[in-house]
């Protein structure tokens, strides 16, 4: 059987990309960035769902490149705000707006709100588009609360805000390792991870 020789991850975001490769060591198979495949592509993002957004990015960098593409789409639900930012996680207040702005402002959303009604996940969909055009897509989360200050510098987005109970920190005081344990996409993307594997012992190629 013919094995995948490397994964195209169709993403722009430093801070995915950083967790990604960490991630997918254990697949021992090389992954390469869009800018490192020499890729660039228009993508439009115009999917209601996780699962639909990360389908839309694997499909249009597949239709250039072919062979394995994965994308990630993921983002932030405050249950309190009825699940914004959600799909909008990255455009929230606008893309050009820092991080601090925008964690800054979901707390001031909150203010007055206790504890037990500050509930909150991360989700992240996973969709792989095979060297054949079939596709996957899988989903994971990370249950967690919006504390009432920022905490940590480590991660990216909106982790200084995002209170993981079992630790009693945010992602963003976690270390690296142990937020990939842990998060939405470490979750999805040993899913993933699983089901490239069927995909090279399977004869459909
Ligand atoms: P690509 O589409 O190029 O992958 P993006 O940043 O636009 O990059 P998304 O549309 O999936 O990606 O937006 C996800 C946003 O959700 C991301 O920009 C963060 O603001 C937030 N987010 C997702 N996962 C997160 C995490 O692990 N920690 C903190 N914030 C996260």
Redesign the pocket.
């Known amino acids: 059987m013919p094995k995948i020789e490397k994964i195209i991850f169709a993403?722009?975001?430093k801070?995915?990309v950083r967790?990604i490769s960490e991630i997918l060591k254990f697949m021992d198979i090389p992954v390469l960035t869009m800018e490192e495949a020499g890729i660039e592509v228009e993508i439009v993002?115009n999917g209601k769902s996780f699962e639909e957004?990360a389908l839309i990015?694997a499909k249009s960098v597949h239709a250039v490149s072919g062979g394995l593409v994965l994308?990630?789409?993921?983002?932030?639900e405050i249950d309190y705000l009825n699940k914004e930012p959600g799909i909008y996680?990255?455009r929230y207040m606008g893309e050009n707006t820092s991080?601090h702005e925008k964690n800054m402002n979901l707390i001031g959303r909150l203010e007055g709100v206790p504890d037990d009604k500050r509930t909150a996940r991360?989700v992240?969909a996973v969709a792989a588009v095979f060297p054949d055009g079939t596709h996957k897509v899988v989903r994971a989360t990370m249950e967690g609360r919006i504390g009432y200050k920022e905490a940590g510098s480590n991660?990216?987005?909106?982790?200084p805000i995002?209170i993981l109970p079992k630790y009693g920190v945010t992602?963003a005081e976690l270390a690296p390792e142990v937020k990939n344990q842990e998060?939405?996409?470490g979750k999805a993307l040993r899913l993933m991870g699983k089901e490239i594997m069927d995909y090279e012992d399977s004869d459909n190629k």
Do not use: V
């Open positions: 993403t722009k975001n801070g995915k967790e993002e957004n990015k994308a990630d789409d993921s983002g932030l996680s990255a991080y991360f992240c991660g990216f987005g909106y982790d995002f992602t998060s939405h996409r």
